[in-house]
């Protein structure tokens, strides 16, 4: 049987898109699994805001041919990988406002029991990886989907981080 996995992101910047697509390379090493890859969109107020840095519009211009994430996307999916970089500790407002469209899915029970990943990364060590992980956790749960880690086991690499990050 085939596993559906969704890997879905917000990157302003590129960070949170280069590791989308690194998850998708290592889903894709596994038999049996179909994968998409699909960006949540960008808020028009944040798009007037950063348009004018480089590095914004290179990072923009680098994902524009992926697809906007669509609820029959989250349907599709048997689990779901949600990217977002850390904003103050917290998920970015663009995976908020996408989860907040999920009314009608939620009040029907469509994503219950599917299966739920986040990664996410920060500018500083210590810069919230874990509260922005837990806090994203809380929609996802009220959506009755079920939260897997990275267990150390599986990733023993996690013991030796050096600073780096990495977290089950
Ligand atoms: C508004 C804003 C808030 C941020 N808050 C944090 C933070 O709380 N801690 C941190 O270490 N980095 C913070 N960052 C940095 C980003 O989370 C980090 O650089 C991330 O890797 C960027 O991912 P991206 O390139 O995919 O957008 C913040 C950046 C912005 C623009």
């Known amino acids: 049987m085939t596993t559906n996995l969704l890997v879905t992101f917000y990157s302003t910047y590129g960070h949170i898109h280069r590791m989308a697509r690194a998850v998708v390379e290592g889903a894709e090493s596994v038999s049996d699994t179909t994968v998409r890859l699909r960006r949540i969109p960008e808020l028009e107020a944040a798009r ?5 840095q480089d590095a914004y519009a290179r990072a923009q211009q680098a ?14 999916a ?5 990217g977002t970089p850390t904003r103050y500790g917290n ?3 663009q995976m908020k406002q996408f989860i ?3 009314g009608s899915l939620w009040l029907k029970g469509e ?7 986040i990664f996410t990364s920060t500018a500083s060590i ?9 806090t994203a956790l809380v929609p996802l749960i009220h959506l009755g989907m079920v939260f897997v880690g990275t267990p150390y086991g599986q990733n023993p690499q ?3 981080t050096d600073g780096i990050g990495g977290s089950p």
């Open 91 to 93: 998920m970015s407002a």
């Open 126 to 134: 210590h810069g919230g990886q874990e509260t922005t992980i837990l």
């Open 111 to 117: 994503l219950e029991d599917k299966a739920a990943g």
């Open 100 to 102: 907040d469209t999920t």
């Open 78 to 82: 048997d689990g779901i990988a949600w």
């Open 158 to 160: 996690l013991l030796v």
């Open 63 to 76: 994902q524009a041919e992926t697809l906007e994430v669509t609820h029959d996307d989250l349907r599709w």
């Open 48 to 52: 007037k805001a950063l348009s004018a």
